[in-house]
């Protein structure tokens, strides 16, 4: 079955610091990823996915993310924090079904001043 | 409407009352998907509506937990003898349902239940 797991579920960065967010997964088949941001008192919205096509897909407010097949990895980057940054990251995965969004359990970044 | 829309926004309950969440996709999307955000946990997923087609269940906890969805348009969660573990954050969320689940789902803003 599909799953997503992501490492540490807190970072904190100083701003204009490089921002790393790991997300590895668990697939038999091509994956299907995504990565989605809540800000704070905010509902989630989509920062990027990933569909089979190129293996760097760049997303809203600067984020990036690159599929790695031989390291099972799906890791969100931005070059530089801001500190409108803040808030909680999750990657997800679909079922093997294809519709069913499987979701990691989050990491909330912290952006230093 | 611009987006996803949910209510109440909160709501809170004794536990072995019955609580219905009501969820307003937007207009022409499909698909419909509810979650479930425990405090600190990722979401979780509960059921899963397309078109007329029969609904994926198969998140739903317990058969205390059902949804309804009219068509496309509105879709309720309903609670039944609610319990102190269905305290959380539900999630409801619409997608144009045209390339099943990679197209991209839209959420609203979420209704916080908290039983007591």
């Known amino acids: 079955a599909q799953s997503v797991t992501q490492l540490g579920s807190h970072v904190s960065v100083s701003e204009g610091a490089l921002v790393l967010l790991r997300c590895n997964y668990s697939?038999?088949?091509?994956?299907?990823l995504f990565w989605y941001v809540q800000y704070p008192n905010q509902g989630l919205q989509l920062l990027l996915k990933y569909t089979s096509a190129a293996t760097l897909v760049k997303g809203i407010n600067g984020f990036e993310a690159e599929f790695k097949k031989s390291e099972t990895s799906f890791h969100l980057t931005k070059p530089s924090a801001h500190m409108s940054d803040a808030a909680e990251y999750f990657c997800a995965t679909l079922n093997t079904g294809g519709f069913k969004t499987i979701f990691g359990a989050g990491t909330r970044l912290f952006v230093k001043a | 409407g611009a987006g996803v829309s949910q209510s109440p926004s909160n709501k809170v309950t004794e536990k072995g009352k019955d609580v219905e969440l009501r969820c307003d996709p937007i207009s022409g999307h499909t698909a419909l998907y509810w979650y479930r955000q425990r405090l600190g946990q990722g979401l979780e997923f509960l059921i899963y509506f397309q078109g007329n087609s029969a609904p994926d269940k198969s998140g739903l906890p317990s058969d205390r937990f059902s949804a309804e969805r009219t068509g496309e348009s509105v879709s309720t969660l309903t609670i039944q003898r609610t319990q102190q573990e269905d305290s959380a954050v539900y999630l409801c969320a619409s997608s144009s349902g045209t390339a099943r689940g990679t197209d991209t789902q839209y959420f609203g803003p979420g209704t916080r239940l908290t039983v007591l």
């Open positions: 697939s038999s088949v091509p994956p299907y």
